[in-house]
T-cell receptor, first 115, second 112 residues
């Protein structure tokens, strides 16, 4: 089965706190891609990151960082020093180049950052 | 254009009517996808177009749903005889084949 699980439905933090959004995926394929998208209240899905299954190197982009661990089939996303503008629903997704690249999404985690 | 555009942004229709939703992909993107986001089902794939190849329609929920892509650019998703369970946000995405998908703002469909 190919599946993405985001067990955290909703997370609330106070501004400047660090927060980690969990993503666990299931696949038997060895070649795949993982993504994170942000959906702010405006509704548009905003691309954040794409990683392929052969690249387990963690990545940092400003206050955002991603931890990819194939051993635990996880691709977690950490926001450091959260800000109110980070409030959104965050989706983790999986795709396969051989299968039209269609995205298989998790159910999303709603992050609320309070001032 | 600079990004993926969709129209209308909102559509309210009566049960049983047909609706057409439009997507304009990013210029030069060869692949186009439709997804649906609903409360009960989350984000789900509907259909995929790549160049002149036959579309992948494996995600369409019923034969009331169809889509076409004219001239390798604009796409129209048509829902015939709409039902209340069709109420959702319909999202379009485009990509330069095998690359990251970029999404439009979506069309919110409400079936009364």
């Amino acid at each position: 089965a190919q599946k993405v699980t985001q067990a955290q439905t909703e997370i609330s933090v106070v501004e400047k706190e660090d927060v980690t959004l969990d993503c666990v995926y299931e696949t038997r394929d060895t070649t795949y891609y993982l993504f994170w998208y942000k959906q702010p209240p405006s509704g548009e899905l905003v691309f954040l990151i794409r990683r392929n299954s052969f690249d387990e190197q963690n990545e940092i982009s400003g206050r955002y960082s991603w931890n990819f661990q194939k051993s635990t089939s996880s691709f977690n996303f950490t926001i450091t020093a959260s800000q109110v503008v980070d409030s959104a629903v965050y989706f983790c997704a999986l795709s396969f180049l051989y299968n039209t690249d269609k995205l298989i999404f998790g159910t999303g985690t709603r992050l609320q950052v309070f001032p | 254009g600079a990004g993926v555009s969709q129209s209308p942004s909102n559509k309210v229709t009566e049960k049983g009517k047909d609706v057409e939703l439009r997507c304009d992909p990013i210029s030069g993107h060869t692949a186009l996808y439709w997804y649906r986001q609903s409360l009960g089902q989350g984000l789900e794939f509907l259909i995929y177009f790549q160049g002149n190849s036959a579309p992948d329609k494996s995600g369409l929920p019923s034969d009331r749903f169809s889509a076409e892509r004219t001239g390798g650019s604009v796409s129209t998703l048509t829902i015939q005889r709409t039902q209340q369970e069709d109420s959702a946000v319909y999202l379009c995405a485009s990509t330069q084949g095998g690359d990251t998908q970029y999404f439009g703002p979506g069309t919110r469909l409400t079936v009364l």
